[in-house]
């Protein structure tokens, strides 16, 4: 008979690793209260982002922004020439020349346990750790399986019954929104309008019927009405330049592992002039995981994603949830310029 043994791991350590002069710098210019938290990048990895979404700066302009002298220390830290500066290069060579620790400057994860409550493990598909870089790849493949499997066992494919687009701590404050829109005619009626992860069809027939954009279809992971509901990932959209006036979303960018190149592809698929809806819960309390792999935080970090492209801000509205795993949802509309 062979006996059983139940094997004991000592306790994972969660002091924050220590700190590098450089890694002092980063601080100061990682504000983690407006950074975006990936489970698939760390700050260090969306630094290039980062820095343009909180500084303005780029690739063009970094020795006369105003924290040109934290860059220039931070690249000295490197041990390369000030005239070698290079934005796309620093997180590579903070790593790699000064001893900076990319865990120090990643966001929270979530624990084992979260993930069991919340029954990740009981996706069969469920790859713990697994992270991302684009469309395509084996990984994202690999992430819309899991993604679309959780969806399914969470009754994603049930038809169920579809009243508004209310929640219960904010009411529906898109459909007097679209209405207007529509009426002054921001938004056509004939003209296509898309959904991004309905799960349910009665959010299509909702705006088609109620909202009166006879037009929308939708795009999920997975379909059981393919002509409502297009197969796709959001971060590469099956459509072309300029095909919508509305693209709507509501919780779904939490999902994505490149909210930056989800939005890009929003603002790719909508006409000049097209209404972008994001409906989303903010600030995840327990940290990012492998199904909520994106925790926005306000915002205001939606538009400075967008940056240029944001040509009138339609509603902004952010409330405290009632749920304890998430602080806040986050309601933005905006147009786009193209």
């Not at 713990?128 to 992430?143: K, W």
């Amino acid at each position: 008979m062979v006996r059983a043994v139940k094997l004991r791991f000592p306790p994972v350590s969660r002091a924050r690793p220590r700190s590098s002069p450089a890694d002092t710098l980063l601080d100061d210019l990682i504000a983690r209260e407006e950074v975006i938290d990936r489970f698939d990048a760390s700050y260090l990895d969306d630094l290039p982002e980062i820095l343009r979404e909180l500084h303005g700066v780029t690739s063009e302009n970094p020795r006369t922004s105003s924290i040109w002298t934290t860059l220039s220390d931070l690249w000295t830290l490197t041990g390369r020439p000030e005239s070698e500066f290079s934005i796309t290069e620093l997180p590579r060579l903070l790593v790699q020349e000064a001893n900076v620790d990319p865990v120090r400057h990643a966001p929270r994860r979530a624990s084992q346990s979260v993930k069991r409550r919340y029954r990740h493990d009981r996706v069969s598909s469920w790859l713990p750790g697994l992270r991302a870089t684009s469309p395509g790849t084996d990984g994202a493949s690999a992430i819309n399986v899991m993604q679309a499997e959780y969806s399914i066992q969470s009754g994603g494919d049930q038809e169920v019954d579809f009243g508004d687009l209310a929640r219960p701590e904010t009411g529906d404050p898109w459909t007097p929104l679209i209405i207007r829109l529509r009426e002054q005619q921001i938004l056509r009626a004939d003209e296509p309008a898309l959904t991004i992860g309905p799960r349910w069809v009665g959010e299509i027939h909702y705006f088609r019927d109620q909202l009166g954009m006879q037009a929308t279809v939708g795009l999920d992971l997975f379909s059981n009405y393919e002509d409502l509901v297009h197969v796709g990932d959001m971060h590469d959209m099956p459509f072309p330049d300029d095909m919508f006036g509305l693209v709507y979303q509501r919780n779904t960018f939490d999902k994505s592992y490149d909210i930056r190149r989800c939005l890009r592809e929003c603002v790719r698929v909508l006409r000049d002039g097209g209404v972008l809806i994001s409906d989303d819960c903010y600030a995840y309390t327990d940290g990012v995981s492998e199904m909520s792999r994106t925790s926005i935080k306000h915002n205001r970090q939606i538009v400075r994603v967008l940056g240029p492209h944001v040509s009138e801000v339609l509603h902004d509205v952010e409330t405290p949830s009632r749920e304890r795993w998430i602080e806040r949802v986050g309601q933005l509309a905006v147009r786009v310029r193209k």
